[in-house]
Structures are given as C-alpha cells and as structure tokens.
C-alpha cells in the first residue's frame, strides 16, 4: 500500500512539475565570453542572472548556454577570478551575445583599504601595502591561502603545527605573536586569553576569502595596540557580489618515509560555500570547512638544560638529569645531596617521636668515627640500638646517614626523574572544522546592516611557555555592523572556550606522581645508589642505572591500561582542582574567556566637498577573563579589563603632485598610562603611476593578558609563571 502511495505521489508531483514548467515559457540565454585584449575565449566564466541562482558557466570555447524564466528586461551578471565583472541589461535579443573581460589584476592599480581606511590604488597609498586578490589566492601553490602568506615579500612565518601557524613580518617572530594584528572583516579575531589568533583555525574559510591585505610596518596609529609587527586584514566575499553554491576537495599525504608510521598519512579537506541574495536588499551566505590530518610529531628527544636555558651533551643513559625536550615528566629534577639530607632529617625525627624522644640516631651513630665501614654500623646497631628500631634504622635511616656522613659516596648532582615521549601524550589527530555565515539588508544602495558570526572548532599542539595540546576547543566571533559610505558602527564579541585542552608536560608529570609520588621515588632512587656504590665494583652509571630501575619499578607503561587509566584521569580534571595530598592530579584547562569590542568612525571628507579628507573615530574593548584559575588568577576573583582608544586622520592634496596625511590615536588601559602614537606620511607623484612616498609611524602594545595576569604551572608542574602587575610581587612569599 505504501508502495502505491509513493508512486502516486510521485506521478503526480511529475505531473504538476510539468505543468508549471509549460506554464512558465522558458527562453534560452547564449553567447560567448572572451579576453578584451587577446580576444581569447575564457572557460569557466561565471554567467548568472542579477540577483537569482540560475545561470551557467563558460566551456573551453568561452561559450555558454542555459534556460531562464525570466521575462527582459533582466541584468546578466558575468565574472571571472582576476577579471572586472560585467553586467548589461538584456532586453529583447538573449541569444548570440558577446562579452569582453578587462583584467582587474593590472599591477599596482588594484584598489586597497587598509592603508588609510578609504579605498585608493595601491600605488597611491601613504605606506607599503602587500595584497592578495582572487587570483593570487586561486594560483597559491600552497595547502590554503593562509599558508600563501608566507610567499608574501618580508613576511616570516612560524609553524606549530598543521594547522597552528603565526605570522611576522618585522622584528623577531614568536611562536604566538602579540605583536602582529589579525582582523577578520574588522574583527580582531585573537584568543582573548592568549592575545594573539590562533593561525586561522578560526576565520574565514578558503572559498569565502575574498581578498588580503598586509600592512608590513607599524599600524598602531590607526589599528591599535599590537601593531608593531605588522596588520593582516583577510575580507571575506559579498554575498550580494558572488552567488550560488560551490565545493572544494582537497586531498594529500604527509608522514612520507615516517618512521613514526607504519604507511604514509591522509591529509583531507572540503570546503562548501552558498550565498544568495533577493531584490538587491536583502542577502545571505553560509561556509563551512573540515580539515582532516595526522600533525606533525615532536620527537626531538634532545637534552636540555633548564638553568642555563640551553641545549646539552647526553641522553637518558648517560646523563642522570637527562630532560629531553620533547619528553615530558622529567622536568622533575631534584639535586641527590638536598634529598638526601631532607630524608635523613625527616627519619632520624620519626625514630625519636617512635622512641619517645629517647632515641636520637645521628647522636648514636656519631659515636662511630668518621671513615668507619659500612658493616662496623651494622654491628653497631644490631649491638646498641632498641629492638623495636634496628630494622628500620638500618633499612630506612643508615643509607642517607652514612652518604651525608662520607660525601664521597653520594655526587652533588640532580638526578631526574623518567619522562615519556611526546608521541604518548598528545592528540595528534588533527580537526579543523570552521562555519562562518551572514544576514545582510541594504536599507538604501549606500547603507547596509548586516550580522555576521564565524566558528571554528579543532584539535591542534602549541608550543608557548609550555607544549599545550589543544583538544577540541572552540572560539566564536559574532558581529552586528551598520556602515554606510561615510561611516560605519561596529559592535563584536570573541568568545573563547579551551574544550578539553590540557599542558602535556603536566600530563607526562603527574602520571608518574600517580605511579609513584616524587616524595617516595627520590629517596628510594637515592637510597639504592648509595647501597649499590657500597660495592667497589660497581661504576657510578651502573649505580645510577640499579636506581633509576629500582625507582622506576611499576611504572604506568604507555598503552597499558594503568597509564591510559591515570591519563584520563588527569586529562579530565582541571589544573585548579589538583590537591598533591589528597591524590587529585589536573592538566586541563578552564577557560571562558571572553573579549567585547565596540567601534564607530565618521569620514567627513564630503562635508568637506573633499577638499581635505578627515576622519575620526572611536573604540572601546573588555577582556573577560574566565578560566577558573587554570591559567590566570581568576580562582576566586574576577578579571575583566577595560581599554578605549581614539583616532583621527587628516589628509591635504596639494595640487595633483603631493599628499600630506597626519594621523594620531591615543589608548588608554586601566592597568596602565594612556599612549599616543602618531603617523605622519607623504606621496609625492613624480608621473602617472610613479610615486615616491615617504612616512613616519610608530607602533607599541600593551602587556598582554597573561602578562598581567598569569599564573600558570609549567614545566611538568616544576616551575609557576605569574603575572607582571604589582599585586602579583609578593603573591608566593
């Protein structure tokens, strides 16, 4: 019965659809598309109806065909990557017609923003721009186009990870650049609690990115605080300039000839973007990409020595206090002398509680002399000391006695303890998933109003102060904006959220405490090498080796289910809530935080009848830091940070020859003094499309965040970084 309803739901949607299309008289558009200066056919030109999705593409003749219900007039709209878009008005005759595409590619004449916040040709802007158009973009020999900035004039970058990267282009890079603007259609899209973006693992997605443009130089004067090293800003595509549906696969290897992998790793991502607009009014897209990798594994196992912050001879064979750079848990170093003493102290007051104050035994055994035999205490003990004490004095107390009595047996040296590889302890499963989208309205042909938002959320390794593996965390930006010719009204919010990240090195440390807590492994490591040492035979590194096996007896082994257990464990529990005496044991972080900006301009310069152009304009920002003390010291009080700034721009043409432009901006944040920097620039036009320009600006940026704030464990829990402010001075005394 089912059956039958299906088909005859079928016919007669068929029938119904026939019908209409009948109804609907069809009328077909044709014609060619070709180059304006070689008179060559275009493939793969874009040719739609203004405003709808119907529409073709051209073949490799340049030739297009298609059907439409559209009565003329209508507006055929034609475009092509690296080419100016075309539309003419069809209103009898659809057949036959002929296009011709101008370049829009012509070297130095393509129009920039950036410079000065007013469009102008590239070569007219006051200061050196670098640009990336759609055609660039598409021709990138690169996995993405954010990797192809790095294949732009002066610019460095640093890599992370597969997906992790950062980007300089003066001075010294890092790792996390806090010195080098990012903007996403405006937006500053930085971690709030870092301070600086996190690659492009949120942004604009690789079919959406409509243009790119570098400003190498110092921008603080109109971009803000950060600018020193330079300001990217990525613009996505108008929905209203490029519609309908498009997809992207792309596929590759990495981990070729890897000795870390049994076969050669698939890298894997799609891209989908659909856009769409009605009447000229009203317009809507949405992106999506998902990235799908093996990243790259750390596996430099080298030693290195954390005092004199550089790298050292030997391995974990040869040096006892060997800390392998991309082996974590053995940062946990203690010197062999200082626990020996710690542990000899520490027994010796446990024997006299025992005893009732009556047995003190470093006083017994100081009535040996200095150079006796280890076995003459042994007798001394089974002849003078109680019953009740003698196996714990000659087990648990003579070993550290005797080593701090004769200094020769134990080396003034720290030993530490046994770390594991990076590869077993972070997630190298590298996702990428990004969505982006946007409503816009077009009150007047000037005036728009739109609301945007990106997400993006992923799993990627950063190295910072630490090797961080981020683990599906997430950051947002949503933005309500309405802008006009003259001015635009900007509000956004970044929102954080650190997922299930955690700091690997803590991991690799805190299994071992799980194991075996570092109060009971270094004195039993110590313990067995002074026994072991009481034989001539046997060589210090065979000592050290009899130690570190003793030491390390029931270790948690990586893949067993005892270390896979207690990394969980840790993995799930966040840094705040570790209690070393109770056994809680945390490496995950907590973080929330949240960043809110808002910002307006006005360009009076048609007020002016462009006689001087003249804008101001105005920002405020707050940091909401929430990462419930796992990054900064937010454990039981809040932290939120409030920053303002100001700006304006002057410019004066002087006849058709020279420029002038004098800009100033002024930040203030409530940590710290308010900074004014100021840009002075002049382009000289010396012939057509020949310029000279000369200019003046400085850059600076406030500390960031973490460094007001911090108060981080690192180094496998060894080590605390804390916050540059006054309040944070005597926070440990």
Request: glycine share 8%; hydrophobic share 35%; charged share 20%.
């Given at each position: 019965m089912n059956k039958i309803f299906t088909k005859v739901i079928l016919v007669l949607c068929v029938l119904l659809w026939t019908g209409f299309s009948a109804s609907a008289q069809s009328i077909v558009v044709s014609g060619t598309v070709m180059d304006k200066l070689t008179k060559e056919p275009i493939p793969g030109v874009s040719v739609t109806v203004k405003g709808k999705t119907v529409g073709s593409s051209t073949d490799q003749s340049g030739k297009f065909s298609f059907t439409t219900t559209e009565k003329p007039p209508f507006t055929l709209a034609v475009s092509f990557v690296g080419f100016n878009t075309v539309e003419r008005e069809i209103t009898s005759t659809s057949t036959g017609l002929t296009f011709e595409l101008e370049s829009g590619a012509i070297l130095g004449q393509e129009v920039v923003v950036s410079a000065s916040r007013t469009p102008e040709r590239i070569l007219e802007s006051p200061v050196t721009i670098e640009r990336m158009g759609q055609a660039q973009i598409k021709e990138a020999a690169a996995p993405s186009f954010y990797d192809a900035i790095q294949n732009i004039k002066g610019v460095e970058m640093s890599t992370q990870s597969l997906t992790f990267r950062s980007y300089n282009t003066r001075g010294f890079n890092a790792n996390g650049n806090t010195r080098f603007n990012q903007l996403i259609d405006g937006m500053d899209n930085q971690a709030p609690g870092l301070n600086f973006s996190v690659g492009n693992i949120v942004g604009i997605t690789e079919l959406d990115v409509d243009n790119v443009e570098l400003l190498p130089g110092a921008s603080s004067a109109l971009y803000g605080a950060g600018g020193i090293s330079g300001t990217l800003l990525m613009t996505s595509k108008d929905p209203f300039k490029y519609q309908g549906v498009s997809f992207q696969l792309k596929t590759g290897l990495n981990h070729v000839n890897d000795s870390n992998t049994d076969n050669p790793q698939e890298f894997r991502q799609f891209d989908m973007r659909m856009a769409k607009s009605w009447n000229n009014k009203f317009g809507a897209k949405f992106a999506f990409s998902f990235l799908q990798a093996t990243d790259w594994f750390g596996t430099n196992r080298s030693n290195f020595d954390r005092a004199s912050n550089m790298p050292k001879s030997g391995d974990r064979v040869s040096d006892p206090n060997y800390d392998g750079v991309n082996v974590y848990g053995d940062e946990v170093s203690q010197n062999m002398r200082a626990v020996n003493g710690n542990v000899e102290a520490a027994t010796r007051q446990a024997l006299l509680t025992a005893s009732g104050g009556l047995f003190n035994a470093q006083t017994a055994l100081n009535n040996l002399p200095a150079g006796t035999p280890y076995p003459n205490y042994i007798g001394f003990i089974n002849a003078n000391v109680p019953a009740a004490l003698r196996s714990t004095v000659i087990n648990q107390y003579l070993p550290f006695y005797y080593a701090q009595r004769n200094p020769s047996v134990l080396p003034n040296q720290n030993v530490s303890r046994t770390g594991y590889d990076e590869i077993n302890l972070?997630?190298?499963?590298?996702?990428?998933?990004?969505?982006?989208?946007g409503l816009y309205y077009n009150f007047t042909p000037t005036i728009q109003l739109m609301a945007q938002a990106n997400w993006g959320t992923g799993t990627s390794v950063y190295t910072g102060s630490d090797r961080y593996s981020l683990r599906n965390f997430n950051i947002g930006l949503y933005k309500l904006e309405l802008k006009g010719e003259d001015f635009y009204l900007r509000g956004y919010t970044t929102q954080e959220r650190s997922g299930d990240s955690y700091i690997s090195s803590i991991l690799g440390s805190y299994v071992n405490e799980k194991t075996k807590a570092s109060t009971a492994w270094f004195p039993q490591y110590i313990g067995?090498?002074?026994?072991?040492?009481?034989?001539?035979?046997?060589?210090?590194?065979?000592?050290?080796?009899?130690?570190?096996?003793?030491?390390?007896?029931?270790?948690?082994?990586?893949?067993?289910?005892?270390?896979?257990?207690?990394?969980?464990?840790?993995?799930?529990?966040?840094?705040?809530?570790?209690?070393?005496?109770?056994?809680?044991?945390?490496?995950?972080?907590?973080?929330?935080?949240?960043?809110?900006?808002?910002?307006?301009?006005?360009?009076?310069?048609?007020?002016?009848?462009?006689?001087?152009?003249?804008q101001v304009g105005a920002s405020a920002r707050k940091y909401?830091?929430?990462?419930?003390?796992?990054?900064?010291?937010?454990?039981?009080?809040?932290?939120?940070?409030?920053?303002?700034?100001?700006?304006?721009?002057?410019?004066?043409?002087?006849?058709?020859?020279?420029?002038?432009?004098?800009?100033?901006?002024?930040?203030?944040?409530?940590?710290?003094?308010?900074?004014?920097?100021?840009?002075?620039?002049?382009?000289?036009?010396?012939?057509?499309?020949?310029?000279?320009?000369?200019?003046?600006?400085?850059?600076?940026?406030?500390?960031?965040?973490?460094n007001q704030y911090i108060d981080l464990s690192v180094g496998g829990g060894s080590q605390r970084l804390i916050g540059g402010l006054p309040s944070f001075l005597n926070r440990y005394n």
């Open positions: 972070v997630d190298y499963d590298t996702k990428s998933l990004k969505m982006s989208g067995t090498y002074v026994g072991a040492r009481l034989n001539p035979a046997i060589t210090d590194a065979q000592a050290h080796a009899a130690a570190r096996a003793a030491a390390d007896g029931n270790r948690a082994q990586p893949g067993s289910a005892q270390f896979e257990n207690y990394a969980n464990q840790i993995k799930n529990t966040y840094i705040s809530q570790t209690n070393m005496a109770n056994g809680v044991y945390g490496a995950k972080f907590d973080d929330k935080s949240n960043l809110y900006h808002y910002e307006g301009m006005y360009n009076f310069s048609r007020l002016f009848n462009n006689v001087v152009e003249f909401d830091l929430n990462s419930g003390g796992t990054i900064f010291a937010d454990l039981t009080e809040e932290i939120d940070i409030d920053e303002y700034a100001a700006f304006g721009q002057l410019g004066k043409k002087f006849g058709e020859a020279f420029k002038l432009t004098v800009a100033g901006r002024f930040d203030k944040s409530q940590n710290f003094e308010g900074r004014f920097t100021p840009r002075v620039t002049g382009v000289w036009t010396v012939a057509k499309n020949s310029n000279i320009r000369a200019s003046f600006q400085t850059g600076f940026r406030n500390p960031t965040t973490q």
